[in-house]
């Protein structure tokens, strides 16, 4: 059959179709290979010839319709098949204008083409180094209310303090402080140390005085000052003439405030109780007038704390409006460290609302495809950000945000739940799976071998993926070990095991107490399972009974299942997709790895207890006779054996030969044995075996246990 392939380019604010040589192969690729993350990321990207003969689509020519409108990252769509099902959309990443010297357009002699390729948007990200704004800094710069905001984030050789507010000015900086400090907030990229002279100053926009205002700041000290001292964090003054001091003793905070004749209208000392500022805190002074009555708050949040505490003095006079701010550096506050002093003007907006915490803390604790879905929106407004039926919260949890590029955000997010994160399908943008929506899925394609199979399929022996002492590493330093050391794939020599076989995950979970084992018991059932894997299947379009519509219904993270390949069906998870159409013919590669250890059930899936198997554990063959075929089955847990009866239709598989078993005898026990006489038929799968006393039986199509 003859396939027909077409090419769209969005020019023009429309989709417009390319002519392509028809003979000539089209291929596209999306996904990665298996059993790796040093692959990742692998973009998306298809290739075709387009037709030239014209010269009217070589982009360079000023005579070709693609001239000036159409170039580097132009939107472009890969359609195949009957109903040009869209098989890929991408970026174009380059034309290639090929000419035979004998070429003449209006002769309609020789052939001229462009060799065209596409490629997702993560081809482009690869090299974006720079570093996505912190978590903090996105936040306050979103407050409309903003009269001035210095988030101390500058580099080491920084001779001013830069203010985000539009119309402001720089801060000041003298004496030295020692800028681009890596102990920081959770959500901010690094702060700034304050030595003794040094003097940080600046001036907030010009504001109305109602309604009142607030100030912000956050920091950390290495040591309080001894008792009856105070070692000032900021100093600010008011359109009033009011003077405003924000101090740290031995105890507690002090915020004094005087009068432009120097009279003292405040001093308020609220506590510390368990939260000093010698961890990171984040503080806020809201300031309200109301009947000649001046209201001032003082509120502060410890980082991953559960509340905000603080206190709240009053006096009599006028609240103002912000106008300048001061910090010097002395002996007693030597050490301390800033991070984004701003100030607001009215009381709507609160520094320390849910959003400013969850930006402080660096949004500790966030579902990954909300992080995923959160930095595309800030770094690429627009693009698509799909997340696999929307859920969100099946994602894992992660630890703060890091200072990092966006590409390496990404792959944090992917790295850390475990799924797939790729270039999308049908949209220019991505589309994450999270690992518990690919666990416990019924096959979306089902292949019969040989006849939908193109050869080679076999394994690799040399290729099979083996990690049976896994260890997960959390960002922050933690980890969690887990091994395997029994059984055919453990750490032991062969023949009782397979040797040691040691690899790293890296990942950024919120919960390393139980999250890490978790992880590093996922990547180990990952990395040991035994028997045969296949590293990909090829399907052919024009030889087997496999559709076309059965083939693009298949995607990235989806199990397929090949039957009729002994001795029991084959589950693989597809983790990449290869589209071939050449000579008029078409095939599909699917890069797989084995699906066995995402096939879990659930309690109380189906119809009800007793749908799923959950394995036979230490089963094994005691006897077998031939007339009539039956087994004794043995095992020291009484869950390993049937309930007694006929009627039965389990599945099981002894050395390779599969069974049915029809009916199950009374269950007996004697020398802490369970034993249960089962009625068979031999030989499902065209395998038989000489049955030896000891041999495992397991269970056909089990389940693993999933939440």
């Not at 010009?206 to 920091?219: D, M, V, Y």
């Not at 997709?577 to 699917?590: C, E, H, M, P, Q």
Request: net charge neutral; glycine share 12%; with cysteine.
């Amino acid at each position: 059959m003859k396939w027909t392939v077409q090419l769209q380019l969005y020019l023009s604010g429309a989709w417009q179709a390319i002519p392509l040589y028809s003979a000539a192969p089209t291929k596209s690729v999306r996904g990665n290979a298996p059993y790796t993350t040093s692959s990742w990321p692998r973009p998306a990207e298809f290739s075709v010839e387009i037709n030239n003969d014209t010269l009217a689509y070589d982009p360079e020519r000023p005579e070709s319709v693609l001239y000036g409108v159409a170039g580097r990252s132009t939107p472009a769509r890969l359609r195949v098949g009957a109903g040009l099902v869209l098989r890929s959309q991408a970026e174009a990443a380059g034309y290639k204008a090929v000419r035979t010297g004998d070429h003449k357009p209006a002769a309609k002699r020789g052939r001229s083409s462009v060799l065209f390729t596409a490629a997702g948007p993560l081809q482009r990200l690869q090299g974006w180094t720079d570093l996505v704004a912190s978590p903090m800094l996105v936040t306050i710069t979103a407050r409309s209310t903003r009269i001035g905001h210095w988030p101390m984030e500058e580099g080491p050789r920084a001779s001013v303090l830069g203010n985000t507010v539009a119309g402001g000015t720089s801060g000041t900086v003298a004496g030295g402080p020692e800028f681009a400090q890596s102990d920081r907030p959770a959500g901010a990229r690094q702060t700034l140390r304050s030595v003794s002279g040094c003097r940080l100053s600046g001036t907030f926009v010009a504001a109305p005085a109602a309604p009142g205002w607030q100030l912000s700041i956050s920091l950390k000290v290495p040591t309080l000052p001894p008792t009856g001292s105070y070692a000032r964090i900021l100093r600010w003054t008011t359109s009033n003439g009011y003077s405003w001091t924000l101090e740290y003793g031995a105890v507690g905070f002090r915020l004094v405030v005087t009068d432009a004749a120097g009279s003292t209208l405040l001093s308020s000392s609220p506590g510390y109780s368990t939260w000093p500022p010698t961890q990171w805190i984040t503080m806020r002074v809201r300031v309200t007038e109301s009947a000649g009555t001046v209201t001032a708050a003082v509120g502060w949040y410890v980082q991953g704390a559960d509340a905000t505490t603080g206190v709240t003095g009053s006096f009599s006079g006028t609240a103002g409006a912000l106008r300048a701010w001061s910090h010097d550096g002395s002996g007693l506050n030597a050490g301390a460290l800033l991070s984004h002093l701003y100030g607001l003007t009215g009381i709507t907006e609160d520094p320390v609302d849910l959003n400013g915490l969850k930006s402080f803390n660096g949004f500790d604790g966030e579902y990954a495809a909300v992080r995923y879905q959160r930095i595309v929106s800030q770094v690429l407004p627009g693009m698509a950000a799909w997340v696999a039926g929307d859920a969100l919260d099946q994602s894992a949890r992660m630890g703060p945000q890091p200072v990092a590029s966006l590409i390496d955000i990404l792959r944090d997010c992917r790295d850390t739940d475990g799924g797939r994160l790729d270039d999308a399908r049908s949209d220019n943008g991505f589309n994450m799976i999270p690992l518990k929506l690919m666990r416990g899925r019924e096959p979306i394609l089902t292949l019969v071998y040989p006849s939908d199979v193109m050869p080679p399929f076999e394994t690799d022996p040399a290729s099979n993926y083996v990690a049976n002492t896994v260890t997960a590493k959390n960002r922050d330093g933690g980890e969690a070990t887990k091994s395997l050391t029994s059984g055919a794939m453990s750490t032991q020599l062969a023949p009782a095991g397979v040797g040691e076989s040691k690899t790293t995950v890296n990942v950024n979970l919120a919960d390393e107490r139980f999250d890490l084992p978790a992880r590093a018991s996922w990547e180990l059932a990952r990395g040991t399972i035994a028997g045969r894997q296949f590293r990909s299947v090829t399907v052919s379009l024009d030889n087997g009974t496999v559709t076309e519509v059965q083939v693009n219904s298949v995607d990235l993270g989806d199990p397929i299942k090949i039957v009729g390949y002994p001795p029991d069906d084959i589950y693989l998870w597809v983790t990449g997709i290869t589209d071939n159409v050449a000579a008029g013919l078409r095939s599909v590669t699917f890069d797989t790895e084995s699906y066995e250890v995402m096939r879990v059930g659930t309690w109380g899936d189906g119809t009800g207890a007793g749908v799923w198997r959950w394995g036979l554990g230490q089963l094994t063959v005691d006897d077998v006779t031939s007339t009539p075929p039956t087994w004794i089955v043995s095992s020291p847990e009484r869950f390993d054996l049937l309930n007694p009866g006929s009627g039965k239709s389990l599945l099981v598989t002894a050395g390779g030969e599969r069974v049915r078993v029809t009916a199950a005898g009374a269950v007996t026990v004697a020398a802490g044995l369970y034993t249960q006489s089962w009625t068979v038929v031999r030989s499902v799968n065209g395998v038989i075996k000489a049955q030896t006393a000891g041999t495992p039986v397991v269970a056909v199509d089990a389940r693993r246990w999933g939440l």
